[in-house]
Nanobody, 120 residues
């Protein structure tokens, strides 16, 4: 029932910026934690940033000070502002959300991913 759709990826030069967006749609009772993960070629998927419904945030050490996660709960959306991008940030970025489809039914959902490439 629930779908997450990412957008905003692309090609950017080192030091540049991108803003990723993710919108959740479908039948939802409540959205809990939302966040971003990424997976580079030949590497495991890793957490980038998360944000709870209460606005608590967590970031991977590698992106602290450069990336900012935000939410717009009225739009069921989460965003990732990425500044000072580095080649090692190149990866497919996936939106993730913990969603209650009713008061007691909880599930973790993933978007299809959006490619971010940082290269000169």
């Amino acid at each position: 029932q629930v779908q997450l759709v990412e957008s905003g990826g692309g090609l950017v030069q080192p030091g540049g910026s991108l803003r990723l967006s993710c919108a959740a749609s479908g039948s939802m009772f409540r959205i809990g934690v939302m966040g971003w993960y990424r997976q580079a070629p030949e590497k495991e998927r890793e957490l980038v940033a998360t944000m709870t419904s209460g606005a608590y945030t967590d970031y991977a050490d590698s992106v602290k000070g450069r990336f900012t996660i935000s939410r717009d709960n009225s739009k069921n959306s989460v965003y990732l502002q990425m500044n000072s991008l580095k080649p090692e940030d190149t990866a497919v970025y996936y939106c993730n959300a913990g969603i209650y489809t009713n008061q007691f039914r909880y599930g973790t959902y993933w978007g299809q991913g959006t490619q971010v490439t940082v290269s000169s």
